[in-house]
Protein backbone atom coordinates (compact mmCIF):
# COMPACT_ATOMS: atom_id res chain seq x y z
CA UNK A 1 0.00 0.00 0.00
CA UNK A 2 2.44 2.09 0.73
CA UNK A 3 4.58 1.53 -2.51
CA UNK A 4 1.59 2.37 -4.42
CA UNK A 5 1.08 5.83 -2.86
CA UNK A 6 4.55 6.09 -3.31
CA UNK A 7 4.39 5.91 -6.67
CA UNK A 8 1.36 7.40 -7.33
CA UNK A 9 2.91 10.93 -5.76
CA UNK A 10 5.74 10.23 -7.66
CA UNK A 11 3.94 10.28 -10.87
CA UNK A 12 2.10 13.28 -9.89
CA UNK A 13 4.66 15.42 -8.99
CA UNK A 14 6.90 14.53 -12.40
CA UNK A 15 8.71 17.38 -13.67
CA UNK A 16 6.44 17.73 -16.36
CA UNK A 17 3.92 18.89 -14.49
CA UNK A 18 5.63 20.98 -11.49
CA UNK A 19 7.01 23.29 -14.65
CA UNK A 20 3.92 24.46 -15.53
CA UNK A 21 3.49 25.65 -11.76
CA UNK A 22 6.80 27.57 -11.95
CA UNK A 23 5.92 30.75 -11.28
CA UNK A 24 3.52 29.16 -8.02
CA UNK A 25 6.62 27.33 -7.12
CA UNK A 26 9.30 30.40 -6.77
CA UNK A 27 6.90 32.89 -5.57
CA UNK A 28 6.01 30.44 -2.41
CA UNK A 29 9.64 30.16 -2.18
CA UNK A 30 10.12 33.84 -2.00
CA UNK A 31 8.02 34.38 0.04
CA UNK A 32 9.12 32.39 2.86
CA UNK A 33 12.68 33.28 1.94
CA UNK A 34 11.41 36.98 2.53
CA UNK A 35 9.81 36.12 5.69
CA UNK A 36 13.01 34.76 7.27
CA UNK A 37 14.98 37.27 5.85
CA UNK A 38 13.40 40.23 7.27
CA UNK A 39 14.34 38.61 10.85
CA UNK A 40 17.44 39.59 9.92
CA UNK A 41 17.02 42.67 8.59
CA UNK A 42 17.53 46.01 11.01
CA UNK A 43 14.59 48.31 10.47
CA UNK A 44 17.70 50.73 8.90
CA UNK A 45 17.95 48.54 5.97
CA UNK A 46 13.96 47.55 5.81
CA UNK A 47 14.38 48.55 1.75
CA UNK A 48 16.07 45.23 1.07
CA UNK A 49 12.82 43.69 2.03
CA UNK A 50 11.35 45.64 -0.70
CA UNK A 51 13.90 44.70 -3.21
CA UNK A 52 13.53 41.08 -2.59
CA UNK A 53 9.82 41.22 -2.97
CA UNK A 54 10.20 43.75 -6.32
CA UNK A 55 12.88 41.15 -7.45
CA UNK A 56 10.05 38.29 -6.64
CA UNK A 57 7.64 39.71 -9.04
CA UNK A 58 9.77 40.43 -11.55
CA UNK A 59 11.34 36.41 -11.97
CA UNK A 60 7.63 35.55 -11.43
CA UNK A 61 7.01 37.40 -14.31
CA UNK A 62 9.71 36.09 -16.77
CA UNK A 63 8.88 32.66 -15.84
CA UNK A 64 5.33 32.89 -16.83
CA UNK A 65 6.10 34.96 -19.80
CA UNK A 66 8.34 32.21 -21.07
CA UNK A 67 5.63 29.72 -19.97
CA UNK A 68 2.88 31.54 -21.89
CA UNK A 69 0.29 30.14 -23.36
CA UNK A 70 -0.72 29.76 -27.27
CA UNK A 71 -4.37 31.37 -27.70
CA UNK A 72 -6.38 28.31 -27.61
CA UNK A 73 -3.79 25.99 -25.57
CA UNK A 74 -4.71 24.43 -22.54
CA UNK A 75 -2.52 22.22 -20.42
CA UNK A 76 -4.06 20.60 -17.08
CA UNK A 77 -1.70 18.89 -14.66
CA UNK A 78 -1.87 18.00 -11.30
CA UNK A 79 -3.86 15.24 -11.62
CA UNK A 80 -5.83 17.63 -13.82
CA UNK A 81 -6.97 20.12 -10.84
CA UNK A 82 -4.18 22.91 -11.91
CA UNK A 83 -5.00 24.63 -15.55
CA UNK A 84 -2.29 26.71 -17.39
CA UNK A 85 -4.18 28.32 -20.04
CA UNK A 86 -3.72 32.35 -21.80
CA UNK A 87 -6.63 33.78 -19.81
CA UNK A 88 -4.33 32.93 -16.50
CA UNK A 89 -1.42 33.69 -17.72
CA UNK A 90 -2.31 37.20 -18.90
CA UNK A 91 -4.71 37.37 -15.56
CA UNK A 92 -1.05 36.82 -13.28
CA UNK A 93 1.14 39.23 -15.40
CA UNK A 94 -1.12 42.00 -14.46
CA UNK A 95 -1.18 40.51 -10.83
CA UNK A 96 2.68 40.69 -10.82
CA UNK A 97 2.74 44.95 -12.43
CA UNK A 98 -0.30 45.73 -9.95
CA UNK A 99 1.20 44.33 -6.69
CA UNK A 100 4.44 45.70 -7.99
CA UNK A 101 3.01 49.30 -7.97
CA UNK A 102 1.64 48.36 -4.63
CA UNK A 103 4.58 47.60 -3.18
CA UNK A 104 6.40 50.75 -4.48
CA UNK A 105 3.50 53.02 -3.12
CA UNK A 106 3.10 51.40 -0.03
CA UNK A 107 6.75 51.91 1.09
CA UNK A 108 7.03 55.19 0.75
CA UNK A 109 3.31 55.40 2.84
CA UNK A 110 4.95 52.80 5.79
CA UNK A 111 7.69 54.77 6.30
CA UNK A 112 5.94 57.84 6.88
CA UNK A 113 4.07 56.50 9.08
CA UNK A 114 6.81 54.45 10.82
CA UNK A 115 4.93 51.14 9.81
CA UNK A 116 7.80 49.84 7.56
CA UNK A 117 7.71 46.27 8.17
CA UNK A 118 8.45 42.82 6.37
CA UNK A 119 4.94 41.79 7.61
CA UNK A 120 3.31 44.25 4.37
CA UNK A 121 5.54 41.99 1.92
CA UNK A 122 5.41 38.57 3.30
CA UNK A 123 1.45 38.96 3.07
CA UNK A 124 1.23 40.60 0.26
CA UNK A 125 3.16 37.58 -1.46
CA UNK A 126 0.98 35.10 0.17
CA UNK A 127 -1.89 37.10 -1.10
CA UNK A 128 -0.47 36.71 -4.66
CA UNK A 129 0.16 33.06 -4.62
CA UNK A 130 -3.56 32.83 -3.12
CA UNK A 131 -4.63 34.61 -6.44
CA UNK A 132 -2.05 33.04 -8.77
CA UNK A 133 -4.06 29.27 -7.21
CA UNK A 134 -7.10 30.70 -8.23
CA UNK A 135 -6.62 31.96 -11.39
CA UNK A 136 -5.39 28.57 -12.51
CA UNK A 137 -7.45 26.70 -10.27
CA UNK A 138 -9.54 23.85 -12.42
CA UNK A 139 -10.96 21.75 -9.42
CA UNK A 140 -13.35 23.02 -6.46
CA UNK A 141 -10.69 21.81 -4.06
CA UNK A 142 -7.91 23.89 -5.58
CA UNK A 143 -10.84 27.11 -6.13
CA UNK A 144 -11.19 26.97 -2.77
CA UNK A 145 -7.46 26.61 -1.41
CA UNK A 146 -6.51 29.76 -3.73
CA UNK A 147 -9.28 31.67 -2.34
CA UNK A 148 -8.94 30.92 1.28
CA UNK A 149 -5.16 31.89 0.82
CA UNK A 150 -6.09 35.18 -0.47
CA UNK A 151 -8.69 35.65 2.41
CA UNK A 152 -6.72 34.89 5.30
CA UNK A 153 -3.95 37.09 4.19
CA UNK A 154 -6.26 40.12 3.54
CA UNK A 155 -7.31 39.50 6.85
CA UNK A 156 -4.01 40.46 8.45
CA UNK A 157 -3.17 43.08 5.88
CA UNK A 158 -5.79 44.78 6.87
CA UNK A 159 -4.89 44.74 10.68
CA UNK A 160 -1.35 45.44 9.56
CA UNK A 161 -1.63 48.96 12.29
CA UNK A 162 -2.21 46.74 15.48
CA UNK A 163 -2.54 50.33 17.01
CA UNK A 164 -5.26 51.43 15.12
CA UNK A 165 -9.21 50.93 16.47
CA UNK A 166 -10.76 51.11 13.09
CA UNK A 167 -8.21 48.80 11.71
CA UNK A 168 -8.44 45.85 14.29
CA UNK A 169 -12.42 46.85 14.06
CA UNK A 170 -12.38 46.38 10.24
CA UNK A 171 -10.44 43.81 10.30
CA UNK A 172 -12.63 41.54 12.58
CA UNK A 173 -15.28 42.57 10.37
CA UNK A 174 -13.85 41.57 7.19
CA UNK A 175 -12.73 37.95 9.06
CA UNK A 176 -16.32 37.52 10.74
CA UNK A 177 -18.15 38.34 7.05
CA UNK A 178 -15.63 36.97 4.98
CA UNK A 179 -15.62 33.49 7.01
CA UNK A 180 -19.12 33.48 6.56
CA UNK A 181 -19.15 33.56 2.89
CA UNK A 182 -16.83 31.36 2.42
CA UNK A 183 -18.65 28.77 4.50
CA UNK A 184 -21.41 29.45 2.01
CA UNK A 185 -19.28 29.16 -1.23
CA UNK A 186 -18.04 25.73 0.66
CA UNK A 187 -21.71 24.48 1.19
CA UNK A 188 -22.65 25.56 -2.26
CA UNK A 189 -19.71 22.99 -3.55
CA UNK A 190 -20.31 20.16 -1.42
CA UNK A 191 -24.01 20.21 -2.96
CA UNK A 192 -22.35 20.83 -6.50
CA UNK A 193 -20.29 18.02 -5.67
CA UNK A 194 -23.28 15.31 -4.25
CA UNK A 195 -25.23 16.53 -7.46
CA UNK A 196 -22.29 15.62 -10.18
CA UNK A 197 -20.52 13.14 -8.27
CA UNK A 198 -17.06 15.25 -9.08
CA UNK A 199 -14.76 18.01 -7.92
CA UNK A 200 -13.72 18.76 -11.12
CA UNK A 201 -14.70 21.70 -13.44
CA UNK A 202 -14.53 20.00 -16.07
CA UNK A 203 -16.07 16.78 -15.45
CA UNK A 204 -18.71 18.39 -13.51
CA UNK A 205 -19.98 20.44 -16.67
CA UNK A 206 -20.04 17.11 -18.44
CA UNK A 207 -22.56 16.24 -15.71
CA UNK A 208 -24.57 18.76 -15.80
CA UNK A 209 -25.07 18.18 -19.69
CA UNK A 210 -27.42 15.63 -18.85
CA UNK A 211 -30.05 14.51 -16.05
CA UNK A 212 -28.08 16.04 -13.30
CA UNK A 213 -29.07 19.60 -14.49
CA UNK A 214 -32.78 19.22 -13.14
CA UNK A 215 -31.76 18.59 -9.51
CA UNK A 216 -33.38 19.99 -6.88
CA UNK A 217 -29.35 19.66 -5.11
CA UNK A 218 -28.03 21.24 -7.64
CA UNK A 219 -29.92 24.45 -7.72
CA UNK A 220 -29.33 24.98 -3.69
CA UNK A 221 -25.74 24.43 -4.28
CA UNK A 222 -25.89 27.24 -7.55
CA UNK A 223 -27.26 29.49 -5.38
CA UNK A 224 -24.82 29.70 -2.56
CA UNK A 225 -22.03 29.63 -4.81
CA UNK A 226 -23.61 32.40 -6.57
CA UNK A 227 -23.75 33.89 -2.89
CA UNK A 228 -20.16 33.87 -2.09
CA UNK A 229 -18.83 34.71 -5.57
CA UNK A 230 -21.42 37.77 -4.97
CA UNK A 231 -19.43 38.73 -1.32
CA UNK A 232 -15.98 38.28 -2.72
CA UNK A 233 -16.46 40.63 -5.66
CA UNK A 234 -18.78 43.24 -2.99
CA UNK A 235 -21.58 43.34 -5.01
CA UNK A 236 -25.00 44.15 -3.21
CA UNK A 237 -26.48 43.13 -0.80
CA UNK A 238 -23.11 41.15 -0.05
CA UNK A 239 -21.14 44.58 -0.02
CA UNK A 240 -21.12 45.66 3.75
CA UNK A 241 -17.93 45.05 4.66
CA UNK A 242 -16.52 47.41 1.60
CA UNK A 243 -16.55 50.51 3.00
CA UNK A 244 -15.53 49.34 6.91
CA UNK A 245 -12.50 47.85 5.24
CA UNK A 246 -11.63 50.35 3.00
CA UNK A 247 -11.97 53.22 5.43
CA UNK A 248 -10.03 50.83 8.16
CA UNK A 249 -7.54 49.89 6.79
CA UNK A 250 -4.23 51.98 6.70
CA UNK A 251 -3.84 53.43 3.17
CA UNK A 252 -1.59 50.95 1.52
CA UNK A 253 -3.19 48.07 2.61
CA UNK A 254 -6.26 49.74 1.05
CA UNK A 255 -4.75 50.14 -2.36
CA UNK A 256 -3.97 46.73 -1.93
CA UNK A 257 -6.97 45.21 -1.65
CA UNK A 258 -8.87 47.54 -3.89
CA UNK A 259 -7.02 46.78 -6.76
CA UNK A 260 -5.13 43.53 -7.08
CA UNK A 261 -7.96 40.99 -5.40
CA UNK A 262 -10.02 42.21 -8.33
CA UNK A 263 -8.14 40.21 -10.74
CA UNK A 264 -9.18 36.90 -8.75
CA UNK A 265 -12.84 37.82 -8.30
CA UNK A 266 -13.20 37.69 -12.23
CA UNK A 267 -11.11 34.60 -12.42
CA UNK A 268 -13.15 33.02 -9.52
CA UNK A 269 -16.55 34.37 -11.40
CA UNK A 270 -15.32 32.50 -14.88
CA UNK A 271 -13.68 29.78 -13.64
CA UNK A 272 -16.85 28.55 -11.64
CA UNK A 273 -19.65 30.01 -13.85
CA UNK A 274 -17.90 29.29 -17.33
CA UNK A 275 -15.27 26.33 -16.94
CA UNK A 276 -18.03 24.59 -13.99
CA UNK A 277 -21.74 25.20 -14.35
CA UNK A 278 -21.70 27.15 -17.90
CA UNK A 279 -24.64 24.24 -18.42
CA UNK A 280 -26.53 26.44 -16.24
CA UNK A 281 -26.08 29.51 -17.48
CA UNK A 282 -29.70 30.20 -18.19
CA UNK A 283 -30.17 30.37 -14.32
CA UNK A 284 -26.99 32.02 -12.65
CA UNK A 285 -27.58 34.85 -15.69
CA UNK A 286 -30.46 35.85 -14.26
CA UNK A 287 -29.16 36.12 -10.71
CA UNK A 288 -25.94 38.12 -11.76
CA UNK A 289 -28.37 40.69 -13.59
CA UNK A 290 -30.33 41.28 -10.58
CA UNK A 291 -26.94 41.38 -8.42
CA UNK A 292 -25.69 44.30 -11.38
CA UNK A 293 -28.45 46.01 -11.06
CA UNK A 294 -28.32 46.56 -7.47
CA UNK A 295 -24.79 47.09 -7.82
CA UNK A 296 -25.13 49.53 -9.78
CA UNK A 297 -27.54 51.76 -8.60
CA UNK A 298 -26.19 51.76 -4.64
CA UNK A 299 -23.14 51.95 -5.01
CA UNK A 300 -23.24 55.02 -7.09
CA UNK A 301 -25.84 56.28 -5.24
CA UNK A 302 -23.78 56.06 -1.94
CA UNK A 303 -21.12 57.63 -3.11
CA UNK A 304 -22.75 60.49 -3.80
CA UNK A 305 -23.50 60.89 0.13
CA UNK A 306 -19.88 59.98 0.79
CA UNK A 307 -17.24 62.72 2.42
CA UNK A 308 -14.67 60.28 3.34
CA UNK A 309 -12.74 59.67 -0.29
CA UNK A 310 -12.05 56.24 1.05
CA UNK A 311 -15.34 55.33 1.62
CA UNK A 312 -16.63 57.13 -1.54
CA UNK A 313 -14.37 54.92 -3.61
CA UNK A 314 -15.43 51.45 -1.97
CA UNK A 315 -19.09 52.52 -3.19
CA UNK A 316 -17.67 53.11 -6.08
CA UNK A 317 -15.66 49.82 -6.23
CA UNK A 318 -19.71 47.93 -6.08
CA UNK A 319 -20.65 49.92 -8.53
CA UNK A 320 -17.05 49.30 -10.82
CA UNK A 321 -17.90 45.76 -10.07
CA UNK A 322 -21.60 45.55 -11.12
CA UNK A 323 -20.09 47.11 -14.48
CA UNK A 324 -18.01 43.12 -14.45
CA UNK A 325 -21.15 41.73 -13.52
CA UNK A 326 -22.64 42.70 -16.93
CA UNK A 327 -19.66 41.29 -19.28
CA UNK A 328 -20.17 37.72 -17.14
CA UNK A 329 -23.05 37.31 -17.15
CA UNK A 330 -23.23 37.17 -21.25
CA UNK A 331 -21.65 33.70 -20.63
CA UNK A 332 -19.87 34.41 -24.05
CA UNK A 333 -15.99 34.60 -24.82
CA UNK A 334 -16.80 38.35 -25.94
CA UNK A 335 -18.65 39.01 -22.66
CA UNK A 336 -15.50 37.32 -20.43
CA UNK A 337 -13.11 39.09 -22.31
CA UNK A 338 -15.01 42.06 -21.84
CA UNK A 339 -15.40 41.66 -17.93
CA UNK A 340 -11.44 40.62 -17.83
CA UNK A 341 -10.42 43.75 -19.58
CA UNK A 342 -12.60 46.00 -17.16
CA UNK A 343 -10.99 44.11 -14.17
CA UNK A 344 -7.80 44.79 -14.95
CA UNK A 345 -8.68 48.42 -15.90
CA UNK A 346 -10.11 48.69 -12.94
CA UNK A 347 -7.16 47.41 -11.06
CA UNK A 348 -4.53 49.90 -12.64
CA UNK A 349 -7.22 53.30 -12.32
CA UNK A 350 -7.70 51.87 -8.31
CA UNK A 351 -4.00 51.77 -7.74
CA UNK A 352 -3.09 54.96 -8.80
CA UNK A 353 -6.31 57.21 -6.99
CA UNK A 354 -4.98 55.38 -3.72
CA UNK A 355 -1.37 56.47 -4.75
CA UNK A 356 -2.27 59.88 -4.61
CA UNK A 357 -3.94 60.03 -1.38
CA UNK A 358 -0.99 58.32 -0.08
CA UNK A 359 1.33 61.09 -1.88
CA UNK A 360 -0.83 63.91 -0.08
CA UNK A 361 -0.86 62.26 3.53
CA UNK A 362 1.21 63.03 6.23
CA UNK A 363 2.53 61.35 8.92
CA UNK A 364 0.04 62.91 11.47
CA UNK A 365 -3.10 62.36 9.33
CA UNK A 366 -4.20 60.13 6.36
CA UNK A 367 -5.86 62.19 3.55
CA UNK A 368 -8.54 60.49 3.46
CA UNK A 369 -11.19 63.25 3.31
CA UNK A 370 -12.57 64.83 0.10
CA UNK A 371 -11.76 68.14 1.46
CA UNK A 372 -8.08 66.95 1.76
CA UNK A 373 -8.06 67.43 -2.01
CA UNK A 374 -8.92 71.34 -2.01
CA UNK A 375 -6.46 73.53 -4.24
CA UNK A 376 -4.30 70.37 -5.01
CA UNK A 377 -3.55 71.99 -8.51
CA UNK A 378 -1.71 75.06 -6.20
CA UNK A 379 -0.02 72.95 -4.58
CA UNK A 380 0.78 70.64 -7.14
CA UNK A 381 -0.26 70.85 -10.46
CA UNK A 382 1.30 67.87 -12.19
CA UNK A 383 0.00 65.56 -9.41
CA UNK A 384 -3.36 66.83 -9.42
CA UNK A 385 -3.07 66.04 -13.66
CA UNK A 386 -2.56 63.09 -12.89
CA UNK A 387 -5.48 62.49 -10.39
CA UNK A 388 -7.29 64.31 -13.05
CA UNK A 389 -6.54 61.91 -15.55
CA UNK A 390 -7.61 59.06 -12.98
CA UNK A 391 -10.85 60.69 -11.98
CA UNK A 392 -12.17 60.94 -15.83
CA UNK A 393 -11.30 57.57 -16.30
CA UNK A 394 -13.22 56.00 -13.73
CA UNK A 395 -15.96 58.52 -14.90
CA UNK A 396 -15.89 56.36 -18.13
CA UNK A 397 -15.05 59.87 -20.05
CA UNK A 398 -13.72 59.35 -23.45
CA UNK A 399 -10.90 58.78 -24.23
CA UNK A 400 -9.95 57.44 -21.00
CA UNK A 401 -9.14 53.68 -20.31
CA UNK A 402 -12.25 53.51 -17.89
CA UNK A 403 -14.75 54.82 -21.21
CA UNK A 404 -13.77 51.42 -23.26
CA UNK A 405 -13.94 49.54 -20.31
CA UNK A 406 -17.19 50.36 -19.61
CA UNK A 407 -18.20 49.96 -23.29
CA UNK A 408 -16.83 46.96 -23.92
CA UNK A 409 -19.41 44.94 -20.88
CA UNK A 410 -22.17 47.42 -21.70
CA UNK A 411 -21.82 45.57 -25.09
CA UNK A 412 -21.75 42.58 -23.84
CA UNK A 413 -25.05 42.91 -21.75
CA UNK A 414 -26.93 44.25 -25.17
CA UNK A 415 -25.46 41.31 -27.41
CA UNK A 416 -26.82 39.10 -23.99
CA UNK A 417 -30.29 40.48 -24.72
CA UNK A 418 -29.99 42.91 -21.51
CA UNK A 419 -30.96 45.96 -23.45
CA UNK A 420 -32.31 47.43 -20.18
CA UNK A 421 -29.91 46.72 -17.46
CA UNK A 422 -27.42 48.29 -20.58
CA UNK A 423 -29.65 51.34 -20.48
CA UNK A 424 -29.31 51.14 -16.19
CA UNK A 425 -25.20 51.06 -16.65
CA UNK A 426 -25.34 54.14 -18.95
CA UNK A 427 -27.44 56.03 -16.15
CA UNK A 428 -25.74 54.95 -13.55
CA UNK A 429 -21.78 55.83 -15.20
CA UNK A 430 -23.79 59.39 -15.11
CA UNK A 431 -24.56 59.85 -11.69
CA UNK A 432 -21.18 58.41 -11.23
CA UNK A 433 -19.49 60.89 -13.47
CA UNK A 434 -21.23 63.37 -10.38
CA UNK A 435 -18.53 62.56 -7.27
CA UNK A 436 -15.41 62.22 -9.77
CA UNK A 437 -15.89 65.36 -11.23
CA UNK A 438 -16.50 66.58 -7.57
CA UNK A 439 -12.99 65.66 -6.93
CA UNK A 440 -12.05 67.56 -10.26
CA UNK A 441 -13.72 70.67 -8.93
CA UNK A 442 -11.85 70.35 -5.54
CA UNK A 443 -8.67 70.63 -7.31
CA UNK A 444 -8.92 72.94 -9.49
CA UNK A 445 -11.64 75.76 -8.09
CA UNK A 446 -11.07 75.53 -4.26
CA UNK A 447 -8.46 77.11 -1.86
CA UNK A 448 -5.69 74.76 -0.61
CA UNK A 449 -6.20 74.23 3.03
CA UNK A 450 -2.79 73.27 3.46
CA UNK A 451 0.21 75.05 1.99
CA UNK A 452 2.94 72.40 2.87
CA UNK A 453 5.05 71.00 -0.19
CA UNK A 454 4.18 67.53 -1.27
CA UNK A 455 7.28 65.48 -1.37
CA UNK A 456 7.61 61.85 -2.47
CA UNK A 457 11.03 59.67 -3.81
CA UNK A 458 11.62 59.18 -7.03
CA UNK A 459 10.18 55.89 -7.74
CA UNK A 460 7.20 56.78 -6.36
CA UNK A 461 6.94 59.82 -8.48
CA UNK A 462 7.75 57.80 -11.37
CA UNK A 463 5.43 55.50 -11.39
CA UNK A 464 2.78 57.65 -10.45
CA UNK A 465 3.52 59.63 -13.44
CA UNK A 466 3.81 56.63 -15.62
CA UNK A 467 -0.43 55.42 -13.72
CA UNK A 468 -1.59 58.65 -14.44
CA UNK A 469 -0.34 58.65 -18.07
CA UNK A 470 -1.17 55.40 -18.86
CA UNK A 471 -4.76 55.39 -18.50
CA UNK A 472 -5.09 58.13 -21.23
CA UNK A 473 -2.66 56.15 -23.06
CA UNK A 474 -4.25 53.04 -23.09
CA UNK A 475 -7.48 54.74 -23.93
CA UNK A 476 -6.18 56.28 -27.21
CA UNK A 477 -4.59 52.79 -27.93
CA UNK A 478 -6.87 50.31 -26.17
CA UNK A 479 -7.23 48.15 -29.14
CA UNK A 480 -4.09 46.13 -27.96
CA UNK A 481 -5.21 45.12 -24.57
CA UNK A 482 -8.80 44.75 -25.82
CA UNK A 483 -7.18 41.72 -28.00
CA UNK A 484 -4.83 40.07 -25.43
CA UNK A 485 -8.19 39.89 -23.51
CA UNK A 486 -10.07 38.19 -26.64
CA UNK A 487 -7.18 36.36 -27.33
CA UNK A 488 -7.24 34.44 -23.98
CA UNK A 489 -11.09 33.31 -24.43
CA UNK A 490 -10.17 31.97 -28.04
CA UNK A 491 -11.02 27.85 -28.43
Known sequence: MNVSITESV???????????ALPEIFVLTMACVVLLADLFISD?????????????????????GRLMMAPGEVVYTFSDTFVRDRFGDVLKIFAYLTLAASFTYGKHYLRRINLFKGEFYTLGLFALLGIMVLISASSLITLYLGLELL????????ALNRESRAGTEAAMKYFIL??????????????IYGATGSLYLSEINQALAGSASESLLLTFGLVFVVLGIAFKLG???????????YHGAPMAVTLLIGSVPKLAAVALAIRLLDNGLLNLHGDWQLMLAVLAALSLVLGNVA??????IKRMLAYSTISHMGFMLLGILAGTPEGYAAAMFYAISYAIMSAGAFAVLILISTADREADQLDDLKGLAKRSPWQAFLMLNIMVSLAGVPVWLGFFAKWQVIAAAISAGFTALAVLAVLSAVVGAFYYLRVVKLMYFDEPEDSADIEAPADFQALLTINGLSLLALGIFSGGLISLCVSAFVI
Do not use: E
Request: proline residues 3%; glycine residues 6%; hydrophobic residues 60%.
Open 10 to 20: AQAMSWSDLQW
Open 44 to 64: RRRGLTHLLAILTLIFAAILT
Open 151 to 158: ALSSYALV
Open 178 to 191: GSLASGLLLYGMSL
Open 235 to 245: AVPFHMWVPDV
Open 303 to 308: AIAQTN
